[in-house]
C-alpha cells in the first residue's frame, strides 16, 4: 500500500464547476497536511495546510480532514481554467520527522 | 519578501561528471530540503538541512549529499552522474519547526546528463 495515494486523473470539470481532488494515506499518527498546485514545467506551490479534522476555507478553496478515515480532499470552488495544473497532497508522517511524503498528483482540467 | 531561489536553473552533463546546485532559502527560514522530480518517481525526498546539520536524510545513494551554511543557504551534489539522475532537483525552505512546517519551493534546476 503507497503512503499518500491520489486519483491521478485527469479530472476534467467545467468553468463554474466545484472540483474535488482526493488524498488517502497510510499513517494513522499523520500530524499535518498539505495541498500544493503545480503546473506543467513549474514548481510546486502551496496552497493550503491543514492540522486537524474539519473543514480550512481560504478563498474559493476548502480543505477537508478526516484523520478516522485517513483522508484530505481540497474543494475548488467556481473552478477556472487557471486552475488548470496538478494537485500535490503532502502528508506529514508520524515519528518525529517532519518531511512530507507527497503523494504522485492529481491531474486537473478545467474547460471552458 | 523574496522567495526561494536556485542556481543554475538548466544545466546539461555527461555521465561520470559531477555537479552542484544552488538553494537560497527565504530570508528567516533555516530549513532546506531537496527533493528529486521525474515522471516516473514523483516527488522524492532526498534530505533535509537545518542550522548547518543533516536532520533527515531520504533513501538516495551517497553520490547524493549536501550541507548548509551558516546563512541558510544550501549546495546539494551529486558525483559520478547517471542517466538517471536527469529530472527537476527542487529546494524547499521552511521555518524548520518539528509540527510540519509549510515548505515553500524554488524554481527548481533542470539537469539532464547526457
Redesign the interface.
Known sequence: QKEVEQNSGPLSVPEGAIASLNCTYSDRGS??F?W?RQYSG?????IM?I?SNGDKEDGRFTAQLNKASQYVSLLIRDSQPSDSATY?CAV?RKG??????????TSLIVHP | KAGVTQTPRYLIKTRGQQVTLSCSPISGHRSVSWYQQTPGQGLQFLFEYFSETQRNKGNFPGRFSGRQFSNSRSEMNVSTLELGDSALYLCASSLGGNLGNEQFFGPGTRLTVL
Open positions: 500530524q499535518s498539505f500544493y513549474k514548481s510546486p506551490e502551496l495546510s492540522y500535490l506529514n518525529g520527522s517532519y518531511i512530507p511524503t507527497f503523494g504522485r498528483g
